[in-house]
């Protein structure tokens, strides 16, 4: 049973900085791509960030690029995203996903396995 667990969120001011992290458990993700996506109230969740488990090859939505890098730890099996330059626009919840898939996928549908949820916050 493949279990994620989101940790890092908090309130920060615009400009400033946030890492969250996503611990996972319960298989071996070499052959897997792990996400980030966000949500905000009445809205669907939009892909924020994927990197694959076994090259740490990486995509980023256009909204966060060049802002917010994302990374993996194999040791500790943990996923990171590391968030610079913070805006009111990206306040929301922060889910982690994994994907048993080798493609870096960004539709939240290809994704079965979700953690409950990390909020951000970002005052102006």
């Known amino acids: 049973q493949v279990q994620l667990v989101e940790s890092g969120g908090g309130l920060v001011q615009a400009g400033g900085s946030l890492r969250l992290a996503c611990a996972a458990s319960?298989?071996?993700?070499?052959?897997?791509?792990m996400a980030w996506f966000r949500q905000t109230p009445g809205k669907e969740r939009e892909f924020v960030a994927v990197i694959r488990w076994s090259d740490s090859d990486t995509h980023y939505a256009d909204s966060v690029k060049g802002r917010f890098t994302i990374s993996r730890d194999n040791a500790k099996n943990t996923m990171y995203l590391q968030m610079n330059s913070l805006r009111p626009e990206d306040t929301a919840v922060y889910y982690c996903?994994?994907?048993?898939?080798?493609?870096?996928?960004?539709?939240?549908?290809?994704?079965?396995?979700w953690g409950q949820g990390t909020q951000v916050t970002v005052s102006s």
């Open positions: 996903a994994a994907d048993p898939a080798w493609r870096l996928r960004t539709t939240a549908d290809n994704y079965p396995y």
């Open positions: 319960g298989r071996t993700f070499s052959s897997y791509s």
